[in-house]
């Protein structure tokens, strides 16, 4: 079966429409929109919403097309149907607005983080709620088809150091094992899981296999995956490891983190970090790309060289909350809870560590999007043969000979290095170099995000500020986007003829 949307395209042709007017009216994703392009399958609640917006019946915008479609089967399709998802880990609730884009309806929440409590009262104040997953029972949690969880990465991530990435040995990271413990009380269907890259090498690599050999004992096919979500709509890198673990279905995992067309392999991926996307003499200036945000104050500290900063007529500055929101796919003011005051620097600090902590939406939306079609499908069991041959990337590589249950992965003696793609069944797994966007990456552009209206005199650099960053670029040989080096010589340059 083929969904054809040729009818929805004339109809906005006939009243003077941009795919970006049907979006804003109707209240959904680029995702979606992009999806509706390749005539690709959407959820009937975004088809709705669509109807709704052109006053029209669905028959009025799409048609089906018999074409073979020998490997899949419809399961039954309730235009009400609203599939379930409790998160954990849950932070500000980026798992879970991506979802209920797609048709879910969130139905657990846990979070220990007393903030990211108020954040998701604000928008979720009736869904049942737990703090501390070490202190839930799995009675407690109700049903739900997909569970979704990125456990803390302060264990794992490379910005802490070596000696301080404790993997999941650690407190934080090692609230992993809870967490898997209570998915094989409640077995749910799918289970998402995001992490920092690192978790690829953290403790030599044992601590993925862990993960790997945990999920499948269990029952679930993992696909694995990096995707950065400069190529799903926000003009930010963020390179984040995905993991799709499907229980009992191979195929799906696979076809919710892979395309069959192969992935879309971006060229000279450095330059957006240095190219200009303002024109010459516009402000604000900023590079096409931001760097990756931070769980930090977001308070500049003299040696942050490779934070993005903003080139204004007046100065040089630091992201605002908002703009971070922006950069991770978040509606303006979601992480300001109404007792916060706007204009404060404890509450900046506050939404700069739950942003910088939190997925990016568009990401996320891209997964949900997939997880939902496969939920309405009904796929017979793939040999090892035709799970290779769905990835192209995979053409070349093996199932490894390795069996997954028999590891020890807590011998530290050993190291094991991880393909950044891959499936892992039946005991085995196989993987290869898979590039990080979707088939059809979707463009964006920091300026597009970037407030144009003059922000508080708290977000700009000090001539201190400016000679700290300069110094540090300057020893580590670093290059700078080429109008933020001007600016900070430029402020710089204050308190030189200030005598400071």
Request: glycine share 6%.
């Amino acid at each position: 079966m083929t969904i054809v949307y040729d009818k929805l395209w004339h109809r906005l042709a006939e009243k003077g429409l941009r795919k970006k007017d049907l979006r804003e009216a109707a209240g959904i994703s680029r995702a979606s929109i992009a999806k509706l392009g390749k005539n690709e399958i959407v959820t009937t609640e975004v088809l709705a919403k669509i109807c709704t917006a052109l006053s029209c019946d669905i028959s009025e915008i799409a048609e089906v097309s018999d074409t073979s479609a020998a490997d899949c089967t419809p399961i039954h399709m309730d235009a009400h149907q609203r599939f379930r998802v409790n998160s954990f880990f849950a932070g500000i609730g980026g798992f879970d607005i991506a979802f209920e884009q797609h048709g879910f309806e969130t139905a657990y929440l846990c979070e220990i983080n007393q903030f990211c409590n108020e954040v998701l009262t604000s928008h979720w104040p009736n869904v049942p709620r737990a703090t501390d997953i070490c202190q839930v029972a799995a009675n407690d949690i109700p049903n739900a088809e997909v569970w979704c969880g990125g456990f803390p990465c302060q264990d794992i991530s490379v910005a802490r150091g070596a000696a301080t990435r404790l993997g999941l040995g650690g407190s934080r990271s090692g609230l992993f094992f809870q967490y898997a413990n209570l998915i094989e009380a409640k077995s749910p269907e799918v289970v998402i899981i995001e992490n920092v890259e690192g978790l690829f090498n953290s403790n030599g690599g044992r601590d993925f296999g862990v993960i790997l050999q945990r999920m499948t004992s269990m029952g679930y096919a993992v696909a694995w995956r990096l995707l950065n979500s400069r190529y799903f709509g926000v003009p930010q890198s963020r390179p984040r490891v995905y993991l799709c673990c499907w229980k009992n279905s191979p195929q799906k995992a696979q076809r919710v983190m892979f395309d069959s067309v192969g992935a879309h392999i971006p060229s000279n991926e450095r330059k957006d970090f240095l190219t200009e996307a303002s024109k010459e003499n516009e402000y604000p200036k900023v590079p096409k790309v931001a760097y990756c945000l931070a769980a930090t104050s977001g308070r500049h500290t003299g040696t942050d060289w490779s934070r993005t900063y903003v080139v204004c007529a007046d100065g040089v500055r630091r992201l605002t909350p908002k703009e971070y929101e922006r950069l991770q796919g978040f509606p303006d003011y979601w992480t300001l809870p109404a007792r916060y005051a706007v204009d404060s620097e404890d509450t900046d600090t506050l939404r700069y560590t739950a942003i910088g902590n939190a997925v990016s939406v568009p990401v996320v939306e891209w997964i949900a999007q997939r997880v939902h079609t496969e939920l309405l499908t009904d796929r017979p069991l793939f040999s090892r043969d035709d799970l290779q041959s769905y990835v192209p990337e995979f053409s070349k590589t093996a199932w490894s000979p390795l069996h997954l249950s028999e590891i020890d992965f807590s011998d530290e003696s050993s190291s094991y290095k991880w393909p950044k793609a891959g499936l892992a069944w039946d005991d085995t797994f196989i993987g290869s170099a898979v590039s990080p966007t979707p088939a059809e990456p979707i463009p964006s552009s920091l300026l597009d995000i970037v407030e144009r209206e003059r922000v508080g005199d708290r977000y700009y650099l000090t001539s201190n500020a400016a000679e700290g960053i300069l110094r540090r670029v300057d020893n580590q040989g670093r290059k700078l986007f080429p109008p933020l080096r001007k600016a900070l010589e430029a402020e710089k340059s204050k308190k030189v003829a200030g005598g400071i």
